[in-house]
Each structure stands twice: as structure tokens, then as C-alpha cells.
């Protein structure tokens, strides 16, 4: 299962006065089992990007192939290439509308043509992914959980579509600390224990210095960076340009390396930089 995009570009109401490039000469590869974020400002081109994987947008220009379907073919199934990828919004929960969290979950596959049973089954599954307990939110109402508990909802939807690949629209937005940090918990469970494909759009390189294997930035409809969080969070300069930043973690590292401290550049989680600062606390205490 792999994406592979090639000089894509997309343009918004073209011939108009309003006409404006949203996607410029894309090139862009995922391998199956990845887990990418896709980072930059608003209005670099990270909706556009994710909204023409599975097909909700068509190409001005270039070709995108999906598990070896190519989206700008005729003869291409749109359904087919939206089984394979899933698509979770931005604040998806303002989504839900069944009076159960279980035939919230089951709405997808209803429309697939499954027996009761395999529906049921695929509810189960898809709560289990997502870290909710079947028999204790089976009946409760989406509307009545916390805003963390209701976007799991909602990604336990798509997934109960059972799709290969599964993109994420900036999906810790608007949540406490804690829900932010459960919700990016169940994503990466996705990914490891399920070998699920994850993209990952977000802003937060706190977000995404936690969980992603690649990053990809973005900025004004074109690819900048792409590469591990250590090659990208290296290029500090071009990241600031662009008016994003490294994560505050690796700002301190640049900090305490200026004062001294033996501590390897290449940190970007809170996580990595206690490690570090143990042992370059050891060391000194053993001099």
C-alpha cells in the first residue's frame, strides 16, 4: 500500500479574480506502514494536500496513485481509493449526530453492505483501537463525553471502516493537555500495534516531535523539508523563515550546550533531553 504523488498542483477558482495556487509541483511518496506528519502555517497546503489522497479533490495538474489506482483516471472508483483512506477533519466530533456511541461507530460500515454481526464486530474492534471499553460506552450518547472521548468517537468511525492508510486533520486541536496527549497516545497505538499507514497534519512540533517518523514541511504549496525529525528540526534557519520553530525542548538544548553541558544536539523531545541531562550530570559529578 503506498501513495505516490507526482508534480501535483492545485488551483482554486481558476480564471477568476480570486484564482489562487494552493498546490505547486508536489512530488511526494509514502510507503506503506509510515507514519509522516505534514507540518506548516495555514495556507501552505496541507488541507489541499490530504483532501486529494482520497479523491475529495482533483488535480489542476499532476497524478496521484493510490495502492496502484491512479485518482486521475476515469476509469478509477472513487469508493474503492476512499476504502483504502480514511480522513479524519478537523474537530470531527462536530460530526457525530447518532444517539449511541455504537451507531455513531457503525454509520460507515452500515453503508458497506456488512451483516449485522460483521458491523458489530468491526464497532468493537474500531473502540478497542481507540482505547474505549465496548460495554461501557456502547449506549451512552456521543454528547454526553468529554471532548477528548468524543474525538475518539469519531476516529473509532473511520477506522471501523477499516481503511489502510489513515490521514488526520490537526487532530488534537482545541484539546486540554491531557487530551491532547491521549489522543496522540491512541494514534501512534494505531500505527505500531496495528501497522496502520498514519498522516498527520499538524502545527505543533511538540505533536509531532512525539510520535512521527518523517516529516514533511510545507510552505506556499510546496514540499521544503522532507526528512526523520532530526534532519528536519536541524534546519532551525529555514524553519523560523517560514514562521515555525523547532520544538521548545530543542531551543533549551541549544541553550545548555551554549553553557557547557556535553548534550547531543539531536533532541527533540522532553523525554530524550532528561536522558541527556542525567548523564551529562553524571559525568560532571564523576569529574
Given at each position: ?54 479523491g ?10 493510490v ?13 474503492e ?15 457525530l ?18 451483516s449485522?454481526?460483521?458491523i ?16 461501557k ?14 474525538r ?7 477506522v ?28 501512534r497505538k ?31 504549496g ?22 515555525l ?15 557547557g ?7 527533540y523531545?522532553?523525554?530524550q533531553?532528561k536522558e ?12
Amino acid at each position: 500500500m503506498s501513495i505516490v504523488i507526482e508534480n501535483l498542483s492545485h488551483v482554486y477558482m481558476k480564471g477568476s479574480p480570486f484564482e489562487k495556487k494552493a498546490l505547486d509541483g508536489v512530488n511526494l511518496s509514502v510507503e506503506e506502514g509510515q507514519f509522516v506528519a505534514l507540518i506548516g502555517h495555514t495556507g501552505s497546503g496541507k488541507s489541499t494536500l490530504i483532501q486529494h489522497i482520497n479523491g475529495l479533490l482533483k488535480p489542476s495538474e499532476g497524478r496521484i496513485m493510490v495502492d496502484g489506482l491512479d485518482l486521475t483516471s476515469k476509469e478509477t472508483k472513487l469508493s474503492e481509493v476512499r476504502k483504502k483512506v480514511g480522513l479524519v477533519f478537523q474537530y470531527p466530533e462536530y460530526q457525530l449526530f447518532e444517539e449511541t456511541v455504537e451507531k455513531d461507530i457503525a454509520y460507515g460500515p452500515g453503508n458497506l453492505g456488512l451483516s449485522s454481526n460483521d458491523i458489530e464486530n468491526r464497532v468493537k474492534k474500531a473502540m478497542l483501537m481507540v482505547g474505549l471499553d465496548y460495554e461501557k460506552y456502547k449506549g451512552v450518547s456521543p454528547f454526553e463525553l468529554s471532548g477528548g472521548q468524543k474525538r475518539r468517537v469519531a476516529i473509532a468511525g473511520v477506522v471501523a471502516m477499516e481503511p489502510k492508510v489513515l490521514i488526520l486533520d490537526e487532530p488534537t486541536a482545541g484539546l486540554d493537555p491531557k487530551g491532547r496527549d491521549d489522543i496522540l497516545g491512541q494514534i501512534r497505538k494505531l500505527h505500531k500495534e496495528y501497522n496502520m499507514t498514519i498522516i498527520l497534519v499538524s502545527h505543533s512540533m511538540e505533536d509531532v516531535a512525539k510520535v512521527a517518523d518523517r516529516i514533511v514541511v510545507m510552505e506556499r504549496g510546496k514540499v521544503i523539508l522532507d526528512g526523520s525529525p532530526v534532519e528536519v528540526f536541524r534546519e532551525v534557519n529555514t524553519l523560523e523563515r517560514v514562521g515555525l520553530a523547532v520544538p521548545q525542548v530543542t531551543y533549551l538544548v541549544r541553550a545548555l550546550r551554549e553553557k557547557g553541558f556535553n548534550i547531543s544536539q539531536d533532541i527533540y523531545t522532553v523525554k530524550q533531553a532528561k536522558e541527556e541531562i542525567i548523564k551529562a550530570l553524571r559525568g560532571v559529578h564523576n569529574d
